[in-house]
């Protein structure tokens, strides 16, 4: 038996079995390589649903945790820390909103989100108690909360666990002229993914951002983009808003800003949403933690230091087009920007990520037909180039493509 098979054993006796993961057992990071315990090696293609874009261990952001760690990890916020403020003066230079709310999950920052849009909706917008409205998309991936699924269009996600947080409405991804029918005067918020990422890399049409921006400010709705997945230089710009020159009103970030050190993220938005809140209307014991804002600072020097975002792009270009050229009979298309980048295949994705697995690199399929590629920023040209060689062969591989459908495939796609 190898070391593998005893650690999946133990995860499969003693965990709850929400995800289905490929069989790798990881101990070890370094960059862009991830290594196992029976001493295998695999480029990593995924980054911990980009939460990795600065590379594992990266030596500063462990140089500001470990010095951290040795000062002071957790005041909560009945007191101050020396850290906080700094991250989030930091983090809004960068940004260029005027306030940020720290937290820590990806699905914390969305519910401070949505706390905030409504209560911006009652205090400035005048919408009548408890009638606040909120639209969201088709395909939309903000986290695992009650809420949260609750207006998922994945009915994978909510299946008996109903019920669910009134107050939100659908439409269709990249649809303007459907967000604009579907306003009325209780909408406070429009909440969007500027690339669906979980939605399987679903890039929207052309100028759709800044279509939905005008749409907002014309109806006083304010903007949320998620971009907890897209943000911090995954697309090849700061946000994947920018490539449309549109500014949210309220933005969520997580996953990168702590470079996979640590669970933390953020709300950002100008005083007029955030600064409605007061003492009591939110918090959280861990949020805006010293060791949390330290690691946070450091990751984002990282992404600023190493020219990260002008990374993403060129080699995003460079990665895509080379996968566009790749002529096999599986593949529908290639999508996304930077180095977030989706192929579409027209069979299930699982056993290619299998086939990759074995070549020594790791990717997952999102919604069933979709391999996502999406590398930490550190990545080289010649690290593309020799995963291109396996993608390449493995996209071909008619062997691959008849693999039986294993147990559960049709499920696992679902992050
Ligand atoms: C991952 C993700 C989230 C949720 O983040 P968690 O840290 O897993 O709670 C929310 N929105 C988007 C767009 C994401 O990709």
């Not at 108690?129 to 909360?145: K, L």
């Not at 995954?234 to 050190?261: N, Q, Y």
Request: charged fraction near 20%; include cysteine; proline fraction near 5%.
């Amino acid at each position: 038996m190898n070391k593998s098979q005893h650690f999946i054993e133990l995860e499969e006796t003693y965990s709850a079995h929400n995800y289905h993961p490929l069989d790798v057992v990881i101990e070890r990071g370094e960059g862009v390589w991830v290594y196992d315990v029976d001493g295998n090696k695999y480029l990593d293609c995924l980054s911990a649903y980009s939460a990795v874009n600065q590379g594992h261990a990266h030596p500063d952001i462990m140089a500001a945790a470990v010095a951290q760690m040795g000062r002071i990890t957790l005041t909560s916020r009945a007191f101050r820390n020396d850290q906080m403020g700094p991250f989030l003066q930091e983090l809004c230079a960068m940004t260029g909103y005027e306030m940020a709310l720290p937290m820590n999950s990806g699905a914390e920052a969305v519910e401070t989100a949505l706390k905030a849009a409504r209560k911006w909706g009652y205090k400035v917008k005048g919408v009548p108690a408890d009638q606040a409205e909120i639209i969201v998309c088709q395909g939309n991936f903000h986290g695992r909360t009650t809420t949260i699924v609750g207006f998922s269009s994945e009915a994978a996600y909510k299946k008996d666990f109903g019920p669910f947080t009134p107050g939100f409405v659908m439409v269709p991804y990249g649809d303007a002229a459907a967000l604009e029918a579907a306003i009325t005067p209780n909408t406070v918020a429009f909440m969007v993914e500027p690339i669906q990422g979980e939605g399987g890399v679903v890039t929207p049409p052309e100028g759709y951002l800044k279509e939905v921006a005008d749409i907002c400010a014309k109806h006083h709705v304010l903007l949320v983009a998620d971009e907890i997945q897209t943000g911090l230089g995954r697309t090849g710009a700061m946000f994947a808003c920018d490539h449309e020159g549109v500014r949210p009103d309220i933005m969520t970030i997580g996953k990168a800003l702590s470079g996979g050190f640590y669970p933390v993220s953020a709300v950002l938005t100008d005083q007029d949403v955030l600064g409605l809140f007061r003492p009591g209307d939110h918090g959280s014991t861990f949020g805006g933690n010293p060791l949390g804002s330290a690691i946070g600072r450091a990751a984002l020097r990282v992404i600023r230091d190493e020219q990260l975002i002008e990374r993403s792009r060129e080699l995003g270009a460079y990665f895509k087009g080379r996968l566009e050229r790749i002529e096999s009979p599986y593949v529908e298309l290639v999508r996304g920007k930077g180095l977030f980048i989706g192929v579409v295949l027209n069979t299930p994705a699982r056993r290619f990520c299998e086939a990759l697995r074995d070549r020594g690199i790791l990717c997952k399929e999102t919604h069933e037909t979709v391999i996502r590629f999406a590398p930490p920023l550190v990545i080289s040209k010649e690290e593309i180039d020799w995963a291109l060689e396996h993608i390449e062969a493995v996209l071909m591989d008619e062997a691959v493509a008849e693999t039986p459908v294993a147990f559960a495939e049709a499920t696992s796609g679902l992050d």
